[in-house]
């Protein structure tokens, strides 16, 4: 029965007359993403050592242009924008993955990219209680620092109950590990000579620690190839556990039960084409020009989904979040990095 339901809902979704509805506010999104893109391919967006991912941009844009999502034409098209095409993008994110690149850096980053994904989402869900927050932002939050930023925050945002402030939290959490993960890819490269860690060890620590795929190419990149390739490496282990982890927080709300979870998430079927994606891609049947063009369409999708976010969140609605999730994104930041450097330092003692 469910599964009827789901492909009922996709037929629905997918129809001719939905998608005419839908393109204006689709159109407008995409509009707003491509000159996001076109700014930083031109390095607009880059201030020195400081560098502005375009989602950022795309989302302050979306902001500014806040008072048009009231407006009926465009209103289908953000809805589709923002979850459908979003799903999309994240499903996509499958063809970066082989499996035969995420173990060739052996047991380290497979134990660092699986505990930081794990420990964090539910250390997330704890320390948002001692903040006074609910225990679905900490998930939403928490996936996004363990997992893989915006685009793990947003597919958390997919499969957790909606309520009236939805979209002014997952804003938050999309804008709150951006500026973290800058802050942090500066930051961490200078500290090698501090922890002891060797180019290896760097590696690992950039990819575990770091929340977005970009950042951690950025400080990875500052200390050379081979620091480089073991960021991406770690950090690719932890977009890797984005099914499961979003497979768990569905189940665990889901499980929870009660009014504050009365609409229970749809299966996020989106993670299957997720999961296969990567299957197809570590048999080899992805050409490697088809896998790049493939990456470069699921970060534009998801880039217009931030931009349909930023339409329907309003900036003073931001403002007034108040410094508990600013408390609770820092704090889970440091609790990551200091998972990782302690992983690090006990799995060296141990010999792996």
Known sequence: MRNSVVAVELARLWAPDNLRRSAPGIALCAVIAAVAYYADTRSLLRFGAVWVPPLILTLVIGMALQPLSSKGVLKPGLEFAGRTLLRIGVAL?????????????????????IAAVGCT?????????????????????????????????????AVLPKHENSDRDLAFTVMGVNFLSTVVMV???????????????????????????AQVAGAGQTMG????????????????????????????????????????????VFLFGFLALAALNSLGVIPAAVRDAVGHVSAFLIITAIAALGMKTSLLALVRIGMAP?????????FVGLLVVGLIYGLRAAGL
């Not at 930051?187 to 795929?213: Q, W």
């Not at 600013?326 to 440091?334: K, P, S």
Request: positive net charge.
């Open 187 to 213: 930051i961490y490269p200078t500290l090698r000579e501090a922890l002891g860690f060797s180019l290896f060890e760097m590696g690992v620590f950039l990819g575990g620690a770091i929340h977005d795929v």
């Open 121 to 157: 989402i539910v250390f997330g869900a704890w320390a948002s209680r001692l903040f006074g927050l609910s225990r679905n932002f900490g998930l939403l939050t928490g996936c996004a620092t363990g997992v893989c930023g915006a685009a793990a925050a947003m597919a958390a945002s």
């Open 326 to 334: 600013v408390m609770l994104l820092i704090t889970e930041t440091i």
């Open 93 to 113: 994110l499958g063809a970066r993955l082989t499996l035969g690149n995420l173990v060739e850096g052996g047991a380290l980053p497979i134990l660092v990219a």
């Open 225 to 268: 190839p081979q620091v480089l390739s073991d960021a991406v490496i770690t950090k690719l282990l932890r977009v890797a556990a984005l099914l499961p982890a979003i497979a768990g927080i569905a189940w665990w709300v889901a499980r929870s039960g009660g009014p504050q979870t009365s609409a229970r998430p749809t299966p996020p």
